[in-house]
């Protein structure tokens, strides 16, 4: 119930083309969905985040969709960079306790742009 | 302008041997957690203070603690370290949570634990 599954595992895009991530959760009790991008020997910084009243956001080149029917939500980098090479983890919460929030990771997507 | 920011970035240590990671704020936050992660793992949430009321996720052992003596400082110590413990320990704060404000969680750049 408190699985958030995330594909593929790792991703090569060349330059210039678009990176699809997908993840898919159970627990209908989730109601906020963020990406966090992760480089080596950093921290996970927020990306971008939805909630599932909207279907999409967009920030740049980032754009996540959402389908709350599916419980599915996928993050989509448009003209993808070398820059963008790192780990995306998709993560999901809900209420945990009294008024705490409780992150609940995927298990990381790999991605590696050519130049 | 860190916001998270977390001491030593590197630790060594030798097996058994009790080690302190500190994490500090300036964002304000009344919530900071503690994850673990492993290479090419998720971050595995370890417990997080609610201000000062400290929740402890089940199955993290007995050997990870973890002190909170004001609003900006949270420490973790690992009382007695095995080499399973070797991991990058990372710090994150949110804000107060009413409704539904305060899901983001803020990330320190963590600290690379090594034990020998």
């Known amino acids: 119930q408190q699985q958030v599954k995330q594909s593929p595992q790792s991703l090569i895009v060349q330059k210039g083309g678009i990176s699809i991530i997908n993840c898919a959760y159970e627990?209908?009790?989730?109601?906020?969905f963020p990406w966090y991008q992760q480089f080596p020997g950093k921290g996970p910084a927020l990306l971008i985040a939805?909630?599932?009243?909207?279907s999409e956001k967009k920030e740049g080149r980032f754009t996540i969709s959402f389908n709350k029917s599916a419980k599915q939500f996928s993050l989509h980098i448009m003209d993808s960079q070398p820059g963008d090479s790192a780990t995306y983890f998709c993560a999901a919460s809900s209420r945990s306790g009294g008024s705490n929030y409780k992150l609940t990771f995927g298990k990381g997507t790999l991605l590696t742009v050519n130049p | 302008d860190a916001m998270v920011i977390q001491n030593p970035r590197y630790q060594v240590t030798q097996f058994g041997k009790p080690v302190t990671l500190s994490c500090s704020q300036t964002?304000?936050?009344?919530?900071m957690y503690w994850y673990q992660q492993k290479s090419s793992q998720a971050p595995k949430l370890l417990f997080h203070?609610?201000?000062?009321?400290?929740?402890n996720e089940a199955d993290t052992p007995d050997n990870f603690q973890s002190r909170r003596p004001n609003t900006s400082f949270c420490f973790l110590d690992i009382r007695s370290p095995g080499l399973g413990d070797a991991a990058m320990y990372l710090c994150?704060?949110?804000?107060?949570?009413?409704?539904?404000?305060?899901?983001?969680?803020?990330f320190g750049p963590g600290t690379r634990l090594t034990v020998l």
């Open positions: 994150a704060t949110s804000r107060e949570v009413s409704g539904r404000a305060g899901d983001t969680q803020y």
């Open positions: 203070y609610y201000d000062k009321d400290f929740n």
């Open positions: 627990n209908t009790a989730f109601d906020y």
């Open positions: 939805i909630r599932p009243d909207v």
């Open positions: 964002l304000n936050h009344n919530v």
